[in-house]
């Protein structure tokens, strides 16, 4: 069901309407370690709704039944947001801040734009998966879109880095813990947001964690969102790096040969594939 309009991410009653920090809102993001946080902004006030309570009364009478507060819900989202695990590099990647370097990256902003348009928070929603060169935006328009699912629509969301989940699963292995420990709250997630799909060595056990996740959230009908640097189908991407350059050419397997046919086809069933092309951001900007 597409929606004629998106909702806007809530404003805390007490926050400044003219805070230029925060946008009016009453949230900033911060960074705490490795991951970005939700805080609150050095403008927001006590509540005047309900005078920090928490609760509205719906009406006027004396037994008066409540209500909570939208401040309640703010923060909330604010909860969602922190356990969403958005790494700290990324925390001001939003739709703001992405500069696109020309019309198809202005193309690839409207796909995502419109992603958020049409996401429905009480239905089935489709997943969305980006793909491209290294440096892109790839990773920081993902972030945009898993931030603002959170604040516009509270959705319970994670993001991980592919190779990341699996460091964790073999640390849990040496210590005692089960693929489930990890895997289960991945699959429980309204939103699951997967950066680096494909990465690795492509090994046996890669193959079958990614089985695991992939077949699970398909049963459950809970939607991936993911980047990829390897494109749809079974092969023929050229990739642009130092050997290729001595030695010519060279070509990289499709994603359908990265993650196997059994995940490619449920991907490509319950997922929208967008490029992304352009400039390398991170050339242009000196960083890693």
Do not use: W
């Amino acid at each position: 069901m597409a929606h004629s309009r998106a909702p806007t991410e809530l404003r805390h009653p007490g926050a400044d309407r003219d805070c230029p920090r925060c946008k009016g809102t009453g949230t900033r993001i911060a960074r705490s370690g490795e991951v970005a946080i939700a805080i609150s902004c050095d403008c927001l006030s006590v509540c005047p709704s309900c005078r920090g309570t928490g609760l509205v009364a719906i009406s006027n009478a004396f037994r008066a039944r409540h209500r909570r507060c939208v401040c309640q819900v703010v923060m909330a989202r604010r909860r969602a947001f922190d356990a969403a695990g958005i790494p700290a590099r990324h925390s001001g990647s939003t739709r703001a801040s992405f500069v696109p370097t020309g019309r198809h990256q202005t193309a690839v902003v409207g796909a995502v734009s419109n992603y958020l348009k049409e996401f429905n928070p009480e239905g089935d929603n489709r997943g969305l998966i980006l793909y491209g060169d290294v440096g892109r935006g790839k990773t920081h328009l993902l972030v945009a879109l898993l931030r603002e699912l959170v604040f516009r629509h509270g959705v319970r969301a994670r993001f991980v880095e592919f190779s990341h989940l699996l460091a964790d699963l073999k640390s849990g292995f040496d210590v005692g813990r089960g693929m489930a420990a990890l895997i289960d709250p991945l699959v429980d997630v309204e939103i699951l947001a997967i950066d680096e799909l494909g990465k690795g060595r492509n090994t046996e056990f890669e193959g079958t964690v990614l089985d695991e996740l992939v077949s699970r959230r398909y049963n459950a009908v809970r939607p991936i969102l993911a980047t990829t640097n390897f494109s749809p189908g079974g092969g023929g991407a050229a990739v642009s790096n130092a050997a290729a350059v001595q030695v010519g050419t060279e070509e990289r397997p499709g994603l359908a040969t990265r993650v196997g046919p059994r995940v490619y086809s449920r991907l490509r069933e319950t997922c929208d594939f967008v490029e992304v092309q352009g400039d390398d951001y991170r050339e242009q900007r000196g960083r890693p």
